[in-house]
């Protein structure tokens, strides 16, 4: 069947495994009673002991003893009370690949076990399972927004569908859509921004807003623009670095740019990114496992020329999905270089990294590249009510003697009690709510039988290497 031609409804029976969203009220109050609040806003402050006030969908207040105003209280004694995670750059339409190759030591090697492989077999459903498994892991992990990188979108109905699974999630996201690496496709980038723009995001007050990924091509990043799009693209590599002159002296790089990765950039090259206002969000772990030029993380090279970057998870096909891990492999990886330097007598060596720099790279610095931070990344009355809260009675973190030290060197998605959304509750007593999870496993199954058989591979759990292809 041509990828243009795809029934817009082959996935529409999924969207049962997820109950519907129920309207947030205005008028509703819910209340976070107790907690330990992280705020992450200077002028709002940390609090030992705090509440935080929601109506409807926002914030309305942070302090001592406030009042419930007749609506729901959450016991949040023994909690850390903070905004919830911003994965700045995730490729959500893998969930069903995840750790397929959990040994990949270069890029092409993560191309060939996805983008060349399965990836050419993905149906709009697979898209619809992928995107909803992504999403669900990232809420059950504290992170309430994700900048969906989707560069398998084959088809409009591949868009649809991926568009849908978000929503259904509940999970706050970008969505930012891109034409595959390889196989067939329905040629509709960058025509279909247009229709997206009209049908499905018509309006920016929603949880799900909309990007545009793809690398430099001058009619696509004309069109994204056209359109009021931020422009997504992975940036990496001297070929890519080269570019960085002839594009700011076009004028074509500005605040509306994310650039991922930024491996092997010059200095020159750094500077023509804070010149011109790029948003950067960097990839420890993605950075590491597969090669990319320094392999070490290159948070360091962005705040030494004087961008805040935000950190990212990247994907899930060789490692898992966390934002607790990501935060601890850039603090070790930034500790480890910065200490190397000052070792091998370096005098401009950096400081090291605090746990409260990379916590705000979670968080802060995340919103901002995603254009949200007006929005999300803090606990300020009037922003969005996306928080989490994480228990410390549980044997990994009691007792707790720092809150950021907590979270960001020892917390894990099984510590996180609850996960809010918008002033929806997502995730409470350590459970995703509303989730058939045996219908989620039976669509991840059926998902991942057709393209394992499309590609000829047999699945095995104790697989060493690359997965191999009949």
């Avoid at 070490?296 to 934002?323: C, F, K, N």
């Amino acid at each position: 069947m041509p990828f243009d031609a795809y029934p817009n409804t082959s996935w529409q029976p999924m969207r049962a495994i997820v109950a519907p969203l129920e309207p947030i009220s205005p008028t509703q109050h819910l209340l976070i009673k107790g907690g330990t609040i992280l705020s992450m806003d200077p002028l709002v402050g940390e609090l030992t002991r705090g509440d935080v006030l929601i109506q409807g969908d926002r914030i309305i207040a942070v302090g001592t003893d406030l009042d419930a105003a007749g609506g729901r209280v959450i016991d949040a004694s023994d909690m850390i009370v903070m905004p919830g995670f911003v994965d700045s750059h995730r490729h959500a339409w893998e969930g069903q690949l995840r750790r397929i190759d959990p040994d990949s030591p270069t890029l092409l090697d993560y191309l060939n076990s996805t983008h060349f492989s399965f990836a050419t077999h993905y149906r709009p459903e697979d898209m619809y399972v992928g995107n909803l498994l992504t999403a669900l892991g990232a809420l059950d992990a504290g992170i309430t927004t994700v900048v969906d990188n989707s560069h398998n979108a084959r088809s409009p109905s591949h868009s649809d569908a991926s568009i849908d699974a978000l929503e259904d999630a509940g999970i706050r996201a970008v969505y930012a859509p891109g034409r595959p690496l390889a196989g067939d496709w329905a040629q509709h980038w960058p025509q279909d921004l247009a229709r997206l723009k009209k049908e499905r995001f018509a309006s920016d007050d929603q949880l799900v807003t909309m990007a545009m990924m793809s690398q430099w091509d001058r009619d696509t990043w004309a069109a994204a623009r056209a359109s009021g799009l931020r422009i997504i693209t992975e940036f990496l590599g001297q070929e890519m670095g080269e570019l960085l002159p002839s594009l700011q002296d076009d004028g074509l790089l500005g605040s509306d740019n994310i650039f991922n990765h930024c491996t092997g950039l010059t200095d020159a090259q750094w500077t023509i990114l804070r010149n011109n206002g790029v948003q950067v969000n960097v990839c420890p772990r993605s950075d590491a496992q597969y090669g990319l030029e320094e392999g070490l993380t290159v948070y360091q090279r962005a705040v030494d020329h004087g961008i805040a970057p935000a950190i990212s998870i990247d994907v899930e096909a060789s490692y898992g999905g966390d934002m607790f891990a990501e935060m601890r492999a850039v603090y070790f990886l930034q500790r480890a270089h910065a200490q190397h330097r000052r070792y091998t007598g370096d005098a401009n060596a950096p400081n090291p990294v605090t746990a409260r720099d990379v916590l705000t790279a979670a968080t802060i610095s995340g919103a901002r590249v995603a254009g949200l931070v007006n929005s999300v990344g803090t606990l300020t009355p009037g922003k969005q009510a996306d928080l989490i809260l994480i228990r410390t009675t549980d044997i990994n973190l009691y007792p707790l003697n720092n809150a950021i030290g907590s979270v960001v060197h020892a917390a894990e998605r099984s510590n996180v009690d609850t996960v809010i959304v918008g002033g929806r509750i997502r995730k409470h007593g350590g459970r995703l709510v509303g989730i058939d999870m045996a219908a989620l496993r039976a669509a991840t199954e059926s998902s991942r039988t057709h393209l394992f058989a499309a590609v000829g591979y047999a699945a095995d759990v104790l697989a060493d290497g690359p997965p191999t292809f009949a």
